[in-house]
């Protein structure tokens, strides 16, 4: 199973491990990882599950797509580059090692 | 005080109620009891990408079992908690496998289920309804067949599952009894636009239309199944030949529970913006519940979503410790109908002035009241399905008589409520 490290702002990390085909915001959300809140559960509707992908691996996860882009055009924290809603994140075994960061304001 | 607090259902709002009496430090027992095989999960994607995806998917659980054990929360599945008795020690709850579990403090988290069509022949094989993920999973093996798909219903869960239909090549029909679709959540211009989305992927559409039966097919093999719909139109009797059909025509609270513990009446679970009944050793949240309107508190409205039922368990939780209440945020819904995403923040039911922002691939509708910004719906605008609610967290507004250019960003417009 892929494995995804979330580094919260304040520097701890949470190493979990992500059933195939699950979405990083529903494994942060299925262990407690805190910091992700992803209140409206995946459906695209509230930008609460915010992440900064290391820039060595956007390449892997590809950036945001039209849509995820305007959500985090709003999102709480301002958006980088490298700036992905978790929920659209989608774990497939090559995003083994995945590295996210968590926005610190949801 | 050690104590033990049951919370019946265990849905988003008896798992947000769950996991904040642990935040919030509670000693006691806590015991979560679902009638469903499986633990929480989350709904919405079952009326979607469930549907479509090409292998069945994964139990889209809401937390993994060793949550459970970590927050000690007592997770019981498979049974529901169908009667409770107050005794001179405490309360008394009944399981459906015969248990009997103690309590001094019960959340009602028990949802709602899906309302039936109230026709002849509704029971038919090939007639669908959805709520649960062995509904899902039925529909799901269904849809790999059928041709001819008649939704009856046009709502969230009734346009949902038609895009997805439409999507598995079936021939689709949607029919609605109101003159427009989603009458009840959105305005006119947003139904319109949504109507002609789904019309254009293919999707017919019977406005104004009435459900009257439901017939067998005449020779079907392996026993009798539904095979045509009985529709009253404006212009008569027609039967509408039909191979899968799903109803998607509301909901009603699941109450049985509460009626028990003397808190309800035929509208649902009645509470405060607390999640408080009138009885101060039960809490309730979720579908089940009706609460003050938030601008109007002698209205009671149902508020049928995941972020109310995640935000009143929450409050349920704290009602129960006796914690200061965290604020209530802005009420939200969405919907996503194939490549249509639909979203709301707001009430709009008491609005008296509306304002159209509008283009071909996208549309928003705000909603005013007293000349202040109250609610918006949002097709495919997630920019100004945020501002809005926003603005409406931070007490703001939008200048409507600028907001329906929709070349201008309505960021720009927002200005504090004077």
Redesign the interface.
Known sequence: MPTITFVSPDGTTHRVAA????SAM?TA????VPGIVG?????????TCHVFVDPDQIGRTGPAAD?EE??L???ETAPTPCSRLACQIRMTPDLDGLTLTIAPRQ | MTGQILIAGAG?AGLAAAITLRELGYPGTVTLVGAEPEGPY?R??LSKEFLTAATP??I?????A??YA??RIDLVRGTGVRTATWTRTGGVAGLGDGRELPFDAMVLATGSVPLPLPVPGAGLPGIHRLRTLADAHALRDQLEHATRVVVVGGGFIGLEVAAAARTKGASVTVVEAADRLLARVVAEPVSRFVREHHAAAGIRFLLHTRVTGLVAADSAAGGPRVGSVVLATPTGEVRLAADLVVVGVGARPVTELAAHLGVTDERGIVVDAHARTADPRVVAAGDCTVQPHPRDPDRLIRLES??NA?EQGRQAAHSLLGKPHPPRGVP?F?S?QGEL?L?IAGLSDDHDDLVVRTDADRCTVLYYRSGALIAADSV?H??D???VK?ALASAATIDPARAADPAAPL?TLVTPLR
């Open positions: 059933a195939p085909g699950a529903e959300v299925k262990f407690g209140e409206c559960g995946g459906g695209l509707a509230c930008a849509f305007e959500m055009e709003d999102a | 988003e989350q919405p994607p998917p994964a889209p659980e809401l937390r993994a060793q949550f970590e927050h995941v972020h995640t939200y969405w996503n995403k979203q495919n997630p920019r399905h945020l501002t926003r960021k």
